[in-house]
Structures are given as C-alpha cells and as structure tokens.
C-alpha cells in the first residue's frame, strides 16, 4: 500500500481495497483521500468494511466523519457501537472524539468515572487534553494518583497500578508553564528513593535537559542511575554544542565502567559525526560478545546507502561474525558489493553460504534489485513463482511501471493464510503436544 501510494497509484489502492478485500489498503486509501477532502469518496471505500461490523472499520468511518465537518453522524455512530457507559475502552474512544471536536469538558467528564482503572486512563487524559487549556484541572485529576504512587512501599512499590503518574503530573506542569515546579517535584521523588518507574527517572533527565539544567543532570547521571540517563546528559551536552564534552565524558565512562550501552552510544554519534574508524574502534571490543549486535547493527543501518562505507567496516579485521548469527554479516557484505556494481562477487557470497538465510534465488533477485538490474531480478522471481517470490516480485514491478500487474500478482490474503502452518494442537497447559515442544 505504502509503495502504491508513494508512486501516486491511489486509484489502484482503492480498487484493491474493493476488489480483493485489502484493509490496509482501504486505510490508506481513506488517508490519502481525507487529506484532499474527498470525504464521500473516502467513505466510500470503508463502507464495505464498517457494514460488516468490524470495530475497527467502525471507528475508521467515524474519524471520516468527523474530519468531514458531521460531528453529530460521527458521535452517533460511537454511541451506537460503544452502548456500554461502563466500558472504559469505549468511553476513552467517545472521549476522544470529543476533545477533538473541542468539547473538551465533556470528554474529561466521559473519563471521571475510570480513572480507578490504572495508569493507562491517566495517559489518555494527559494526551487528549494537551492544548486545550485545562491543565488545572487534569493536575486535580491527576495529583491523588500521583500521591498514592509515592507513598507506596516495600513490593507494593513494583505492582501499583500508577506507577508512571509521577511523570505525567510533571509533564502537565511542564506544558502549563510550571517546568521549575515540575523538576522540583520530580527531583524531591528521586531523592528520596519515592520513584516506581524507570522511565520516570528518564522522563526527568530528559526534562532537566529540555530546560538547559545540564548541572543538575550531570549530578543526576553520575551517580547510581548513570546507566538510565548518562545517555541523556551526553545528547544534551551535544545539543548544546559541546560534543568533545560529550566524547568524554562517555569515554571516561567506558573506562570505569565498560557497559555495552556507553559503547553503543558513543559509537552511533561518532558514525553521525562521519567518524566511522573511530566508531569501529569504539564498538569493536564487543563485536565478539554474545549479543554483539547491540554494537554491530547500530552501525551497519545507516551506511546500507553507502555501499563503500558499509563494506569498509564489514571487512575490517576487527569485525568479526556476529555469534551464531553469520549470515547477517554474510549478508549485508554481499548488499554492499551489489551497491558497488560487484553482483557476481555478491551473489557468489551469498551462494557460498552453507546456512541460507532464505530461499537462494530471493537472495539473487534481492541483489540484482540492489544493484538497479531490475530485469534480471524479475526473471528470477518470476522462475521461483512462490508465494514469498511473487511478494518481492510486487515491489520490483512497482518500480518498472507496472502497478496493476503487481497486484494482480501479489498473493492474496486468502493464500497467504492457507500457505501459513497449522497449530500443533495444545495441553491444558499451554504447551504443545507435538515436537518442537
């Protein structure tokens, strides 16, 4: 769908979204419809889907209508599929329709009554909210919530239902214009160890850099909690300017302490930097360890359009095969000689895998396309004519011009479902009863 759409295929989306029942293509199609205002046209194409009763469908036909401007048709199909007043789930959705139309009271009103339901209403309110000027009254809301979080203790601490409130009460006085009560609060919780979750304590380091409190976060990132947020305290030293600051405080950090995560950041900002030796050499001590790819991959993705400097590090001695997982490395080498125009190098690689890591004439046509040779890919998937073939081959006639023949092509949901393995059946316990256990 999203290659049908980026080449300005919507006409053949909406046909496949009705001739052979394709819902992602009916979402996008409805997107890309909305956007220019063709609303009737864009209910058009979800109606078969909503008719049916499909929830999802239902709640797609109801944004339409409210991008359309017929508020009142879109809240009375709401009402009609969530009849349940109890239902949170349904409230939520109500309620958001209704911030968006702007009847914002009323949607805070909607979510009163759940807000016993956990962490996860509070989010919802939070969000629905942001820019409605009604942060007093959701910092009401919110503050009990926030209040039993902190007080809780021993394993209490580590199940209560609210256990990210904290955040969300400093992410409201933040957007309020309140940032220093904010921090004040969050930095009261921390030191006196009133913190539930992990992210809180990101959530705060993230704050105190926001608002340029680099001493405070360099106290906070040099303690017990440097493995959290050294991370954060080094980004905002960049932000700021002073990436050789950055740099060393990472280094002196992997020289304390050598943990993967100092490594993996300090690499990926070297590479950002176009330092890519000096990367290698930083990430290079954990190319061998188990879960190498933690420092490997990081490094590898955002070179797979530079086909020169992808196999400058693939080919350095310090890079070794990822453990267990060569045909990876074996892989993206053999992607970086079809980048270059070296395919028979490339294929002869692949080819001399004795693990493949799938079918050897996808692999092929995988590096032909790489390589612009689009014909000979296409023979090649044409030749194999599976399922997963005839999926690759979509994308290359995409590309040649021809849309329709794609599709025409592309496996439909009905095969694909009937090509997927059958369950084993299951004990009462949940586990197979047939090998692979």
């Given at each position: 769908m999203s290659l049908?759409?980026?080449?300005?295929?919507?006409d053949?989306?909406?046909q496949?979204?009705?001739?052979?029942g394709e819902?992602?293509c009916?979402?996008?199609?409805?997107?890309?419809?909305?956007?220019?205002?063709?609303?009737?046209r864009?209910?058009?194409?979800?109606?078969p889907?909503?008719?049916?009763?499909?929830?999802?469908?239902l709640?797609?036909?109801t944004?339409?209508?409210?991008?359309?401007?017929?508020?009142?048709?879109?809240?009375d199909?709401?009402?009609?599929?969530?009849?349940?007043p109890?239902?949170?789930?349904?409230?939520?959705?109500?309620?958001?329709?209704?911030?968006?139309?702007g009847?914002?009271?009323?949607?805070?009103?909607?979510?009163?009554?759940?807000?016993?339901?956990?962490?996860w209403?509070?989010?919802v309110?939070?969000?629905?909210t942001e820019?409605?000027?009604r942060?007093?009254?959701?910092?009401e809301?919110i503050?009990?919530?926030?209040?039993?979080?902190?007080?809780?203790?021993?394993?209490d601490?580590?199940?209560?239902?609210?256990s990210?409130?904290?955040?969300?009460?400093?992410?409201v006085?933040?957007r309020?214009?309140?940032?220093?009560e904010?921090?004040?609060?969050?930095g009261?919780?921390i030191?006196?160890?009133?913190?539930?979750a992990?992210?809180?304590?990101t959530?705060?380091?993230q704050?105190?850099?926001?608002?340029?409190?680099?001493d405070?976060?360099?106290?906070?990132?040099?303690?017990?909690?440097?493995?959290t947020?050294?991370?954060?305290y080094?980004?905002a030293?960049?932000a700021?300017?002073?990436a050789?600051?950055a740099e060393?405080?990472?280094?002196?950090?992997?020289?304390?302490?050598?943990?993967?995560?100092?490594?993996a950041?300090l690499?990926?900002?070297?590479?950002?930097?176009?330092r890519?030796?000096d990367?290698?050499?930083?990430?290079?001590?954990?190319?061998?360890w188990y879960?190498c790819?933690n420092?490997?991959?990081p490094?590898?993705y955002?070179?797979?359009?530079?086909?020169e400097?992808?196999?400058?590090?693939?080919?350095?001695?310090?890079?070794v095969?990822?453990?267990?997982?060569?045909?990876?490395?074996?892989?993206w080498?053999a992607?970086?000689?079809?980048g270059?125009?070296?395919?028979?190098?490339?294929?002869?690689?692949?080819?001399?895998?004795p693990?493949?890591?799938?079918?050897?004439?996808?692999v092929?046509?995988?590096?032909?396309?790489?390589?612009?040779?689009?014909?000979?890919?296409?023979?090649?998937?044409?030749?194999?004519?599976?399922?997963?073939?005839?999926?690759e081959?979509?994308?290359?006639?995409v590309?040649?011009?021809?849309?329709?023949?794609?599709?025409?092509?592309?496996?439909?949901?009905?095969?694909?479902?009937?090509?997927?393995?059958?369950?084993?059946?299951?004990?009462?316990n949940?586990?197979?009863l047939?090998?692979?256990?």
């Amino acid at each position: 769908m999203s290659l049908l759409l980026e080449h300005g295929h919507l006409d053949l989306v909406i046909q496949a979204a009705a001739d052979r029942g394709e819902w992602f293509c009916a979402e996008g199609a409805v997107e890309e419809l909305c956007r220019a205002g063709e609303f009737e046209r864009a209910l058009d194409v979800m109606e078969p889907f909503a008719v049916i009763g499909w929830r999802a469908a239902l709640w797609a036909k109801t944004s339409i209508l409210f991008r359309a401007g017929r508020t009142e048709e879109a809240l009375d199909l709401v009402r009609q599929d969530e009849a349940d007043p109890s239902s949170a789930v349904g409230c939520r959705h109500f309620a958001e329709l209704l911030a968006k139309e702007g009847r914002v009271d009323e949607a805070i009103d909607m979510l009163i009554p759940h807000l016993d339901d956990g962490y996860w209403i509070l989010s919802v309110l939070v969000e629905m909210t942001e820019g409605h000027d009604r942060d007093e009254r959701v910092l009401e809301l919110i503050a009990p919530h926030a209040d039993s979080a902190r007080q809780s203790r021993g394993d209490d601490r580590w199940k209560h239902p609210y256990s990210g409130a904290q955040e969300l009460q400093a992410q409201v006085l933040e957007r309020a214009g309140r940032a220093d009560e904010a921090i004040r609060i969050l930095g009261q919780d921390i030191a006196g160890r009133c913190l539930l979750a992990q992210d809180t304590l990101t959530g705060y380091a993230q704050m105190l850099a926001r608002h340029g409190r680099l001493d405070e976060l360099r106290e906070l990132a040099t303690g017990q909690n440097a493995h959290t947020v050294l991370d954060v305290y080094a980004g905002a030293l960049r932000a700021h300017g002073r990436a050789e600051e950055a740099e060393t405080v990472m280094r002196t950090a992997i020289a304390t302490d050598d943990w993967v995560g100092y490594r993996a950041w300090l690499s990926s900002a070297l590479l950002a930097d176009g330092r890519l030796d000096d990367a290698i050499a930083v990430a290079e001590p954990g190319f061998s360890w188990y879960d190498c790819s933690n420092l490997l991959a990081p490094l590898v993705y955002p070179l797979f359009d530079r086909p020169e400097e992808l196999l400058h590090l693939l080919e350095h001695p310090s890079v070794v095969p990822h453990h267990g997982h060569e045909e990876f490395q074996q892989y993206w080498r053999a992607f970086a000689l079809a980048g270059l125009g070296r395919v028979d190098e490339a294929i002869a690689l692949a080819e001399a895998d004795p693990r493949p890591w799938t079918d050897r004439h996808i692999v092929k046509a995988h590096l032909l396309n790489a390589a612009g040779r689009l014909d000979e890919a296409t023979a090649e998937l044409r030749a194999l004519g599976t399922l997963e073939a005839r999926k690759e081959l979509f994308e290359i006639l995409v590309l040649q011009g021809h849309a329709a023949e794609a599709i025409a092509l592309h496996p439909t949901v009905a095969e694909q479902r009937a090509a997927e393995p059958k369950s084993a059946p299951l004990a009462e316990n949940g586990y197979s009863l047939e090998p692979p256990f």
